[in-house]
């Protein structure tokens, strides 16, 4: 069964720092590249980051570059995103996804399977 599970979201204060988790069973981790979106209320859901199976190649959505970093570590079935100098703007519930494939996209249509999603609010 497919089981992507998100945690590590809560509330800061602007400029802090939260890393989130993503623990995926073996099925959806193996071999696929995971991506991180994120949705705030009234808006669509929108990319965040994304990286392979290696963790050679990543994308960001601009508006995290340098603020954000996607990571994996595959031992453990998992992805992070570090997120730091937070905004009230990162106010959103985060979604990580996997592919069925290892390609790095940052469409939500090339994404197959979603977590139940971690709410991260930033005050200020």
């Known amino acids: 069964q497919v089981q992507l599970v998100e945690s590590g979201g809560g509330l800061v204060q602007v400029g802090g720092s939260l890393r989130l988790s993503c623990a995926a069973s073996?099925?959806?981790?193996?071999?696929?590249?995971m991506g991180w979106f994120r949705q705030a209320p009234g808006k669509e859901r929108e990319f965040v980051a994304a990286i392979s199976w290696s963790g050679g190649n990543t994308a960001y959505a601009d508006s995290v570059k340098g603020r954000f970093t996607i990571s994996r570590d595959n031992a453990k079935n998992t992805v992070y995103l570090q997120m730091n100098s937070l905004k009230p703007e990162d106010t959103a519930v985060y979604y990580c996804?996997?592919?069925?494939?290892?390609?790095?996209?940052?469409?939500?249509?090339?994404?197959?399977?979603w977590g139940q999603g971690t709410q991260v609010t930033v005050s200020s």
């Open positions: 996804a996997a592919p069925m494939g290892d390609y790095v996209s940052p469409k939500t249509y090339d994404y197959d399977y």
């Open positions: 073996r099925r959806t981790f193996s071999n696929y590249a």
